[in-house]
């Protein structure tokens, strides 16, 4: 399986943003669409963004659309989710997560289409 591991969460006010990073050990994350999900207490998991593999598409949910970038820095093997203008409800842990199979250029953020998940990050915007 492999292993990824999710960092930069925290407690921000509202309006404000943090980065989250999501770094791969033992495989090159670049070949394998990943995807970033959340869940917040009392709810389901939802698809927030995802990439797909070597530069391919990226989607949103229409929840973060225009707010989040998810983005890749293949020389540090890491994916990201800058997230801007961050709401109460964004709160939620966050994860990441690699495609079941590598070269998905095109991604979709059905959880069923990753089979590698992070530990996740807690994400709390409070005043």
């Known amino acids: 399986q492999l292993q990824l591991v999710e960092s930069g969460g925290g407690l921000v006010q509202p309006g404000g943003s943090l980065r989250l990073s999501c770094a791969a050990s033992?495989?090159?994350?670049?070949?394998?669409?990943i995807g970033w999900f959340r869940q917040a207490p009392g709810k389901e998991r939802e698809g927030v963004s995802c990439?797909?593999?070597?530069?391919?598409?990226?989607n949103y949910a229409d929840s973060v659309k225009g707010r989040f970038t998810i983005s890749r820095d293949s020389a540090k093997n890491t994916v990201y989710l800058q997230m801007n203008s961050l709401k109460p409800e964004d709160t939620a842990i966050y994860y990441c997560?690699?495609?079941?199979?590598?070269?998905?250029?095109?991604?979709?953020?059905?959880?069923?289409?990753?089979?590698?998940w992070g530990q996740g990050t807690q994400v709390t915007v409070s005043s």
């Open positions: 997560a690699a495609s079941r199979a590598p070269l998905q250029a095109m991604c979709v953020m059905t959880s069923g289409g990753f089979g590698s």
């Open positions: 990439i797909g593999s070597r530069g391919g598409s990226t």
């Open positions: 033992g495989f090159t994350l670049n070949y394998y669409a």
